[in-house]
């Protein structure tokens, strides 16, 4: 059984980039120009937040319509 947790936090800003695609090698290629973008804004920095999120099931969903979000916030 997984041990699941509910945190609040403070209400913050949120970067993404968004691939639209089938998920894997341009789900990274998002993240990194994500980070890419982040580090030459001066924000990519100790309270940085990386998360990404797979919008699709790609089991019921087209590999050209999954959807996969690079995100990243500052707390």
Same mark, same amino acid.
């Given at each position: #059984? #997984? &041990? %699941? /947790?509910?945190? @609040? %936090?403070?209400?913050? $800003? %949120?970067?993404? !980039? $968004?691939?639209? +695609?089938?998920?894997?090698?341009? &789900? !990274?290629? *998002? #993240?990194? /120009?994500?980070? +890419?973008?982040? $580090?030459?804004?001066?924000?990519?920095? +100790? @309270? *940085? !937040?990386?998360? +990404?999120?797979?919008?699709? &099931?790609?089991?019921?969903?087209?590999? *050209?319509? =999954? $959807?996969?979000?690079? =995100? #990243?916030?500052?707390?």
């Amino acid at each position: #059984m #997984m &041990n %699941i /947790q509910l945190e @609040s %936090i403070p209400a913050t $800003r %949120i970067a993404y !980039v $968004r691939q639209t +695609g089938p998920y894997g090698p341009a &789900n !990274v290629q *998002a #993240m990194e /120009q994500l980070k +890419g973008w982040a $580090r030459e804004q001066g924000l990519l920095q +100790g @309270s *940085a !937040v990386l998360f +990404g999120f797979p919008q699709d &099931n790609p089991e019921t969903t087209l590999p *050209a319509e =999954c $959807r996969y979000d690079a =995100c #990243m916030a500052s707390l």
